[in-house]
């Protein structure tokens, strides 16, 4: 088992930046493909971005050149950076692990945490 905590989430005006920490706990994280993806209101579970054990990362069009995801396995968390935000950006994050493999789909993905709410305003 994984269990995974968001933290970061917050209010932020349109152009500006956060970031976002996924602190896990249970099994080694080093092995494990970790993944951000979100929700906005009334619409589906959509991905944002991955990374795999090896470092490799992969992101969906609507990120991409705006942010940014990694992880620090000496501190069991993975991060996401996202600058530029956008008010389409707003939605609950989500974070996950995926101990198979890497992608941008969700049910490649087993553990998730609970999301962290990040609200872009105009």
């Known amino acids: 088992q994984v269990q995974l905590v968001e933290s970061g989430g917050g209010l932020v005006q349109a152009g500006g930046s956060l970031r976002l920490s996924c602190t896990a706990s249970g099994r080694p994280f080093s092995t494990y493909n970790m993944a951000w993806f979100r929700q906005a209101p009334g619409k589906e579970r959509d991905s944002v971005a991955a990374i795999s054990w090896t470092g490799n990362t992969y992101y969906a069009d609507s990120v991409k050149g705006r942010f940014t995801i990694s992880r620090d396995s000496a501190k069991n968390t993975v991060y996401l950076q996202m600058n530029s935000l956008k008010l389409e950006d707003t939605a609950v994050y989500y974070c996950?692990?995926?101990?198979?493999?890497?992608?941008?789909?969700?049910?490649?993905?087993?553990?998730w945490g609970q999301g962290t709410q990040v609200t872009v305003s105009s």
């Open positions: 996950a692990a995926s101990g198979r493999r890497v992608s941008l789909r969700i049910n490649d993905y087993e553990y």
